[in-house]
């Protein structure tokens, strides 16, 4: 109940596209910033992406920036991540947490990490 799920992963082809969903208790989710995560086999978790509760503020790895697009939808409690033109190195396990703040950071404290939406970009 404290643990986002993510969902949405899944298999595609190196340019296709993919969405990803993180859902959370209102608890967890109201007046956080939400940020997507990912972790490579054998690699440390790497921030991808994170959005305000306003959706006034957005922040992206550089590799990501033009590709990927996070957004929210607050009534539904959910945010997603919108993958195009997909590289085999976007390849992880993609995980979602919670900052408490109104604006995003990858140097804050996330919490309440989801168990995580494999994703597999190959042929």
């Known amino acids: 109940q404290l643990q986002f799920v993510e969902s949405g992963g899944g298999s595609v082809q190196p340019g296709g596209s993919r969405r990803l969903s993180c859902k959370g208790s209102?608890?967890?989710?109201?007046?956080?910033?939400i940020g997507w995560f990912r972790q490579a086999p054998g690699k440390v978790r790497e921030p991808v992406a994170c959005?305000?509760?306003?959706?006034?503020?957005?922040l992206y790895k550089d590799s990501v920036k033009g590709r990927f697009a996070i957004s929210r939808d607050n009534a539904k409690g959910t945010v997603f991540l919108q993958m195009n033109s997909l590289k085999s190195e976007d390849t992880g396990v993609y995980y979602c947490?919670?900052?408490?703040?109104?604006?995003?950071?990858?140097?804050?404290?996330?919490?309440?990490w989801g168990q995580g939406t494999q994703v597999n970009v190959s042929y």
């Open positions: 947490g919670a900052l408490l703040g109104p604006r995003c950071s990858w140097y804050g404290q996330y919490s309440y």
């Open positions: 209102r608890s967890i989710f109201d007046w956080f910033a």
């Open positions: 959005i305000t509760y306003e959706m006034d503020h957005t």
